[in-house]
């Protein structure tokens, strides 16, 4: 599309890692006509209100594929969207929450033979089959056993990630990726600032710069052992400091006086006149997130970005079109999933996942991310529940559980507590 094909006059020369796709071929998958599936009580609340319960299978539409989920990803704007703070796009689904996912492809688009071969392809024109490994960004509806989207907006799995890994990459890698060259114009030789460095989007984004040339790489994390882990993470080519103990903006300055030209930004507010001062003549800085507050302080920096002519954007991925998602995942696919392996694989850059859970275990989980405690991506296994689990009494208060054993699939109404 136009918008990648301009981008790429002005980033870096992005080179092309190729990898190994493995296909497994199926005629015939079964597929049920309800699903399990994470769901909030009355759409919204804390952590406590998310409990496992059923709804259909959803139907595929024109151009669309089924995917059996094999693991999904959490990311804090899931957290936002269970608090009501985060609108959906109209696409998403408005009682299930997650935007990546890792499965296999369990249903083309229609029944015949003809509506098989019409549209069900990637926006690099792969032609999808049934038994494909694939992994997938979602407007929403991945915290469940079955996934409906459109076809462009899914890539084949490496056959070197396993289905957890995986499901880390979409949505972090993808948000990084378009921060850094299609918003931010990285170019080789450049110095980057990435803020919250530890988490998902921030890991990925310090292991791209690197990759694709960035003369130095700065990050902030909460603690030292985020610091002394995003070190480690990056073989020591990263400089990271603690944002709580150190004014990163006169550490920078240490160490190259003259600044940085683009700066990845979650905070906002708080970060605003640093920011400021850090960026050179011409520099950028995309806003993903304005954790510290929605408004600018009164004593906020404006002069200086008309002297130095900087360019202040503000980005997000879930609400753009499936085509333009479809075109930065194949661009990924073509350009860096490649080069990207486990935390053990020694490979150029890794996805760490800072822990696995149940899905049924998705409330702590979901704390654990409030409180800023994980390195690294969070990720859940989509398993079948066995015999025996704590079941909500469907009569009894919310905070009142009762063990009793179930079938597969579940008696309808019955809904487990995480």
């Not at 319960?53 to 024109?62: A, D, L, N, Y």
């Not at 990311?75 to 009682?95: C, E, F, V």
């Amino acid at each position: 599309m136009t918008f990648l094909r301009a981008a790429t006059t002005t980033t870096t020369r992005l080179t092309r890692t190729p990898i190994a796709l493995t296909r497994t071929m199926s005629t015939s998958i079964e597929i049920p006509q309800k699903m399990r599936c994470v769901l909030v009580k009355d759409n919204q609340g804390p952590a406590e209100n998310m409990y496992l319960g059923e709804e259909e299978v959803p139907k595929t539409k024109e151009g669309e594929v089924l995917v059996k989920i094999k693991a999904f990803g959490l990311n804090r704007m899931d957290i936002m969207q269970r608090q009501g703070k985060y609108p959906l796009p109209p696409q998403a689904s408005k009682t299930i929450m997650g935007v990546e996912f890792a499965g296999e492809v369990v249903k083309l688009h229609g029944d015949s033979e003809e509506s098989k071969e019409a549209g069900n392809e990637s926006e690099n024109g792969e032609k999808w089959k049934l038994g494909d490994e694939v992994v997938g960004l979602a407007y929403g509806g991945a915290y469940a056993e079955y996934i409906a989207l459109s076809s462009k907006m899914i890539i084949h799995k490496p056959p070197h990630l396993t289905p957890v890994q995986a499901a880390g990459v979409p949505e972090n890698w993808m948000t990084a990726y378009q921060a850094l060259f299609l918003e931010g114009g990285m170019k080789e030789g450049e110095n980057v600032l990435i803020h919250a460095g530890a988490s998902g989007v921030g890991g990925a984004a310090i292991q791209l710069a690197i990759k694709f040339g960035a003369n130095k790489v700065f990050t902030t994390a909460g603690t030292d052992d985020k610091v002394d882990y995003l070190k480690k993470l990056t073989g020591g080519k990263v400089h990271a400091f603690n944002y709580k103990t150190q004014d990163f903006e006169k550490e920078i300055k240490k160490v190259d006086e003259a600044g940085v030209d683009l700066i990845v930004d979650f905070v906002g507010p708080d970060y605003w006149n640093q920011n400021v001062s850090l960026l050179r003549q011409d520099g950028r800085m995309i806003l993903l997130a304005a954790m510290s507050g929605p408004k600018l302080p009164a004593d906020s920096a404006l002069i200086p970005i008309l002297f130095k002519r900087l360019n202040i954007k503000g980005s997000t991925l879930r609400s753009r079109s499936p085509a333009y998602q479809g075109d930065l995942l194949g661009r990924f696919e073509r350009e860096a999933l490649g080069a990207l392996g486990g935390e053990d694989s020694g490979m150029e850059m890794k996805v760490p996942i800072y822990k696995v859970f149940s899905w049924k275990d998705v409330v702590g989980a979901h704390k654990e991310m409030e409180a800023n405690k994980n390195s690294g991506k969070v990720s859940f296994r989509a398993e079948l529940l066995l015999s025996s689990e704590l079941l909500l009494d469907p009569d009894a208060p919310y905070h009142r559980l009762c063990s009793r054993s179930i079938d597969w699939p579940p008696v309808q109404q019955r809904r487990d507590m995480i």
